[in-house]
């Protein structure tokens, strides 16, 4: 999932240009409305609120079927804010908060899993996967005895990408089918490596389905428990889970999410389909208040110790994902207009864009959308995360 140029998380439906217009004009009568704990005084009330006034933009410039935010200041207030509609069919309107597929951003739970491992010197960072999975990683120029722990969460492993599989060439005929983790690993194993461990950063879900078959190793369990035990049962994530072998919905309100096949196509509904192909690097759903507090709840030391923390933060150049992106161990800083970066990493999966973080004085910003969006649309989706974070 590339910020601003490809999408993280991004099974492949069609090569040409799809997803440029995304809504017919008809839609955009959608209801918009702003809710949450922070009500607006009679002198902010009297000038349009700025996040509320991007998500619109979203909605009505770019096309979008819904737009949902949540916003928590420096003292801790938070913030709902929706735009469009949450169903096309319906015209329902969009759940405040409604859950969503977060795509990518299960890469830095699985991340804090496996530091958490290495707090527990159950893992070393440096170690080569054949430690842990000896023999698993061998390919035309991919040779697990030199990839370390640390190259996977950082993606300078050079493994090849698994979602250019020819299996997801035709994403409708898989929506529903479950695959094994080793069976996408195979489908990448069958490529060429991109370049030699350590030698680059370049971004691939593949660091992230071996470093789940490692999690799975080292602790005797599905990796799905491991987060749910170690994170969102830790730190009270009401509304996010990992989904379970053969589940294909969402469990509480959300607005459904599409796509386009081709640029000129209608609109598919994508809300439900099976997320095992995403696994360790893309399955989970979660809400942007779930999201805000997972990452206000890591970056305030409440999952990680401080060393394994400084770990996660050290980062390398990630300018794929925009000028002056840098990604971490399964975490990302992006600059801020107002000065300053946001640690996050955001996720995508078809139907849903999720971008977000927190900053170091305790704002958090999260923006979802119920498209895939490309361009300069995708742009603007990461300035609205600005537009929240700064205002």
Same mark, same amino acid.
């Given at each position: 999932?590339?910020?601003?140029?490809?999408?993280?998380?991004?099974?492949?439906?069609?090569?040409?240009?799809?997803?440029?217009?995304?809504?017919?004009?008809?839609?955009?009568?959608?209801?918009?409305?702003?809710?949450?704990?922070?009500?607006?005084?009679?002198?902010?009330?009297?000038?349009?609120?700025?996040?509320?006034?991007?998500?619109?933009?979203?909605?009505?410039?770019?096309?979008?079927?819904?737009?949902?935010?949540?916003?928590?200041?420096?003292?801790?207030?938070?913030?709902?804010?929706?735009?469009?509609?949450?169903?096309?069919?319906?015209?329902?309107?969009?759940?405040?908060?409604?859950?969503?597929?977060?795509?990518?951003?299960?890469?830095?739970?699985?991340?804090?899993?496996?530091?958490?491992?290495?707090?527990?010197?159950?893992?070393?960072?440096?170690?080569?996967?054949?430690?842990?999975?000896?023999?698993?990683?061998?390919?035309?120029?991919?040779?697990?005895?030199?990839?370390?722990?640390?190259?996977?969460?950082?993606?300078?492993?050079?493994?090849?990408?698994?979602?250019?599989?020819?299996?997801?060439?035709?994403?409708?005929?898989?929506?529903?089918?479950?695959?094994?983790?080793?069976?996408?690993?195979?489908?990448?194993?069958?490529?060429?490596?991109?370049?030699?461990?350590?030698?680059?950063?370049?971004?691939?879900?593949?660091?992230?389905?071996?470093?789940?078959?490692?999690?799975?190793?080292?602790?005797?369990?599905?990796?799905?428990?491991?987060?749910?035990? #170690?994170?969102?049962?830790?730190?009270?994530?009401?509304?996010?889970?990992?989904?379970?072998?053969?589940?294909?919905?969402?469990?509480?309100?959300?607005?459904?999410?599409?796509?386009?096949?081709?640029?000129?196509?209608?609109?598919?509904?994508?809300?439900?389909?099976?997320?095992?192909?995403?696994?360790?690097?893309?399955?989970?759903?979660?809400?942007?208040?779930?999201?805000?507090?997972?990452?206000?709840?890591?970056?305030?030391?409440?999952?990680?110790?401080?060393?394994?923390?400084?770990?996660?933060?050290?980062?390398?150049?990630?300018?794929? #994902?925009?000028?002056?992106?840098?990604?971490?161990?399964?975490?990302?800083?992006?600059?801020?207009?107002?000065?300053?970066?946001?640690?996050?990493?955001?996720?995508?999966?078809?139907?849903?864009?999720?971008?977000?973080?927190?900053?170091?004085?305790?704002?958090?910003?999260?923006?979802?959308?119920?498209?895939?969006?490309?361009?300069?649309?995708?742009? #603007?989706?990461?300035?609205?995360?600005?537009?929240?974070?700064? #205002?």
């Amino acid at each position: 999932m590339y910020a601003r140029v490809s999408p993280r998380f991004r099974p492949t439906l069609s090569r040409g240009g799809r997803r440029k217009a995304l809504l017919a004009v008809t839609v955009l009568t959608g209801a918009v409305m702003t809710t949450g704990a922070l009500l607006p005084s009679a002198a902010s009330a009297a000038r349009p609120d700025a996040v509320q006034s991007s998500l619109n933009a979203l909605v009505a410039d770019d096309r979008m079927p819904a737009a949902l935010a949540s916003v928590t200041d420096r003292e801790g207030r938070t913030r709902n804010y929706t735009a469009g509609v949450g169903d096309l069919g319906t015209g329902a309107k969009v759940p405040k908060d409604g859950q969503v597929r977060a795509g990518s951003n299960t890469k830095a739970f699985t991340a804090v899993v496996v530091l958490q491992l290495v707090a527990e010197k159950k893992l070393a960072l440096d170690a080569p996967v054949d430690t842990y999975l000896p023999g698993l990683l061998r390919g035309e120029g991919i040779d697990g005895r030199h990839i370390t722990v640390r190259q996977l969460l950082q993606h300078t492993s050079g493994l090849p990408e698994y979602m250019e599989s020819p299996v997801f060439a035709d994403f409708p005929a898989v929506r529903y089918r479950y695959f094994e983790p080793r069976d996408l690993l195979d489908g990448a194993l069958k490529q060429e490596a991109h370049f030699s461990p350590g030698a680059k950063w370049e971004y691939s879900n593949t660091n992230y389905l071996v470093a789940g078959l490692i999690i799975q190793k080292v602790t005797g369990r599905p990796m799905g428990e491991e987060i749910d035990r #170690r994170i969102i049962d830790r730190i009270g994530l009401r509304h996010t889970y990992f989904p379970k072998p053969g589940e294909t919905t969402l469990h509480e309100p959300h607005p459904k999410g599409y796509e386009r096949e081709e640029a000129d196509g209608p609109l598919i509904d994508y809300t439900t389909m099976d997320m095992s192909m995403g696994w360790a690097a893309g399955a989970l759903v979660s809400t942007n208040s779930d999201l805000d507090r997972f990452y206000s709840a890591l970056l305030d030391g409440e999952l990680l110790p401080p060393a394994q923390l400084a770990q996660m933060r050290t980062t390398v150049p990630a300018e794929a #994902r925009g000028p002056g992106v840098r990604y971490g161990l399964g975490l990302t800083s992006t600059p801020l207009s107002c000065g300053g970066v946001y640690w996050g990493h955001g996720g995508t999966a078809l139907g849903y864009r999720t971008r977000g973080g927190v900053t170091e004085d305790g704002r958090a910003a999260g923006i979802a959308v119920t498209t895939a969006p490309t361009g300069a649309a995708s742009q #603007r989706v990461e300035a609205a995360v600005d537009t929240a974070l700064c #205002r």
